[in-house]
């Protein structure tokens, strides 16, 4: 199946899981997976959250990703991906001047 997130209506999610401001997301979905293509502005933030029931595989495009992991921070640059298993928990914030692009799997387990 082919997706075309160009076709895909973006969408402002406000406060996403408790972050700050907001992220735009392309986003398709269907009872074993959700794809997103998210574009983060410099101070927004999806918040801190467990994956209960799905894990999670974030692939940077463009900028760089302030990933909080259980408590650990890292950056992940252009072309690096995070990986957030099934019972984990992270966050993620742009911190950087320029949009923040990235890719988020999340197939449900």
Known sequence: MKLNFDSIEEKKLENFKG????IMSRMFSDDLIKIMRNRVEKGASIGYHTHDTSCEL???????ATV?????????????????????SH???????????????????
């Open 19 to 22: 972050g700050e401001k907001h």
């Open 58 to 64: 974030i692939y940077v495009l463009k900028g760089t």
């Open 68 to 88: 909080n992991y259980e408590g650990e921070t890292e950056l992940i640059h252009e072309g690096e991906a995070t990986y957030c298993p099934k019972g984990h």
């Open 91 to 109: 966050s993620l914030t742009n911190e950087q001047d320029e949009i923040l692009e990235f890719l988020a799997i999340v197939p449900e387990q």
